[in-house]
């Protein structure tokens, strides 16, 4: 695909992040593709558009905002802020930095976003986070709590 067209996707998917679409920021995944964070690991297939599904549907409060974000004709970045309350009631302001390699149909084949856990688990977690946050024990904690939360959604149905 073109540069235009895969910027187009970049943008497609953060706008309708912003607008908390699941079902838009899905499509822009093509079928086999991976996504790999901090909190979630990998998923692969249709798995990462069940997580944008499942985030999106419980979103209240989120925003998303797009700063900086380019791409060839086959891979992009971005530099993404999400803006939104955790579950624990507490502020996050989110940074990350996200990398794109491109299907041949100009959808993801592959989307990695990283960000520092320690800075997020301080702000969600407070000092929780601000203790633990550094260590492989509380990043492995979420991990297990996000994917356990995934597969209940996907049980239910969406």
Request: aromatic residues 12%; proline residues 4%.
């Amino acid at each position: 695909m073109s540069r235009e067209q895969n910027i187009a996707t970049i943008e497609r998917f953060y706008a309708a992040f912003d607008q908390h679409d699941g079902e838009t920021m899905a499509a822009c995944y093509a079928p086999g593709s991976t996504f790999r964070d901090p909190a979630f690991g990998e998923l692969s297939g249709e798995r990462a558009g069940n997580m944008w599904r499942m985030l999106t549907g419980r979103a209240e409060d989120l925003k998303v905002e797009l700063p900086e974000h380019e791409a060839d004709a086959t891979s992009g970045s971005a530099h993404w802020i999400a803006t939104y309350t955790f579950s624990t009631g507490r502020p996050v302001v989110n940074d990350i930095r996200a990398e794109f390699r491109f299907a041949d149909d100009g959808r993801f084949a592959e989307h990695v976003d990283r960000f520092s856990y320690w800075n997020w688990s301080r702000q969600a977690l407070g000092p929780l986070g601000l203790v633990l946050g550094w260590t492989p024990l509380l990043p492995m904690m979420t991990r297990r709590k996000a994917l356990e939360q995934l597969e209940s959604f996907e049980r239910s149905g969406k």
